[in-house]
């Protein structure tokens, strides 16, 4: 098991693109997956890990080796990390087995067929890329990585190319063998559910810099930022006004009414609606707002209604006993107190993830 540093890392190009500074620490043995959406740099990112960008300035360490800084480039092949592509970038003159003993010539036969085993492609190992299907190929690409005794493990959209009813298979065998081997794996993806299957921790990303990161459970519960909570939570939105109310308090105004700003952040600021937070309200409720009915879909003895609120959508539960159609009009109850966050919380201070990897609680 390794450990990843990255330390005031910056990459830019000549089209306008920069990347950083970026400042983390992974923990040995740690899953996190970079997610946020395309052109954020995640790719980027992943690529600087693994040496194949150069970063114009920052270090990295993997372990308690420096690959990157102070004059020091470590080659790709050398920093003991396997990469699986989005495509695979398979070779396609060459068996499956033969992708393995390429990239890594000492393994036997045996240890080679035991590997595609592992991956779900015994009685495979003769076949070439162009006579597997999508999600065995990436199963070969993941294998192929593997070969080499990685210390870390880094995948980019994997399953992007796999169809969708395999996605949750191929997540929990690339989970399965990680803790196997007691790797530390980095994943990037689009998907939230993905980087949920996949990793235990998520690096959020939002125009070349971290927006947020933590344990995938803790910013589920209670993200910092209003972008987080969009992006990975599925929240609902809405910008919050500035006003002072008729006492001259500082507050904010909402869909779902005015709130003294009290500990809110100060600057602009959103409400955010997790999923959860607000129901169809009863008669005597509060803090409500109107909504107009969008979509209707049935959920066993429930129903998903999508409903729009102020230009945005949220999502509430409702009987299915109720007679709810689209276009009509909901009142929906924002329940418990209104949460305020900040927009994006860029900056290039440090954020870790540091749990060992017996540490999964």
Do not use: Y
């Not at 620490?25 to 052109?39: F, H, I, M």
């Not at 076949?127 to 005794?149: D, H, N, V, Y």
């Not at 009813?165 to 081997?181: C, G, I, K, Q, S």
């Not at 002072?244 to 105004?253: C, F, H, P």
Request: with cysteine.
């Amino acid at each position: 098991m390794v450990s990843i540093e990255l330390q005031d890392l910056v990459f830019e190009r000549r089209k306008g693109f920069r990347l950083g500074p970026i400042s983390l620490t992974l923990g040995d043995g740690s899953r996190t997956a970079l997610v946020g959406p395309s052109g954020c740099g995640k790719t980027t990112l992943l690529r600087c890990l693994a040496g194949l960008e150069t970063p114009g300035s920052g270090s990295i360490r993997i372990g308690d080796r420096l690959v990157q800084g102070d004059g020091v480039h470590v080659p790709a092949d050398k920093r003991r990390i396997g990469f699986v592509f989005q495509d695979g970038a398979l070779w396609p003159h060459k068996t499956a087995m033969a992708h393995l003993r390429f990239v890594a010539p000492r393994l036997s036969r045996k240890d080679a067929k035991a590997l595609l085993h592992a991956v779900g492609l015994e009685g495979r190992e003769r076949r070439r890329p162009a006579q597997l299907s999508g999600g065995e190929r990436q199963r070969l690409a993941l294998a192929r990585a593997l070969a080499i005794t990685p210390d870390v493990l880094v995948l980019d959209e994997p399953l992007a190319s796999v169809d969708v009813h395999l996605r949750d298979e191929l997540a929990l065998l690339v989970r399965r063998l990680t803790e196997e081997r007691a790797l530390t794996l980095v994943v990037v993806t689009h998907d939230r559910d993905e980087a949920l299957a996949m990793a235990d921790d998520v690096v959020i990303l939002r125009e070349g810099h971290v927006v947020e990161q933590g344990a995938a459970r803790d910013v589920l519960r209670a993200p910092r930022t209003s972008f987080a909570a969009s992006f990975l939570c599925r929240a609902s939105v809405w910008p919050a006004e500035a006003v002072a109310d008729e006492r001259g308090i500082d507050s904010l105004r909402t869909p779902f009414g005015t709130f003294e700003r009290n500990g809110a952040p100060t600057g602009p600021v959103s409400v955010v609606v997790l999923p959860g937070e607000a129901r169809i309200a009863a008669q005597d409720a509060t803090n409500v707002a109107r909504a107009r009915v969008l979509r209707v879909l049935p959920r066993g003895d429930r129903a998903l209604v999508t409903a729009e609120v102020a230009g945005r959508t949220i999502e509430l539960f409702a009987d299915a006993s109720d007679t709810i159609d689209v276009g009509d009009t909901l009142t929906v109850e924002l329940l418990g107190k209104p949460r305020f966050l900040v927009p994006d919380r860029r900056s290039g201070e440090r954020v870790s993830s540091t749990k060992k990897n017996g540490d999964r609680s």
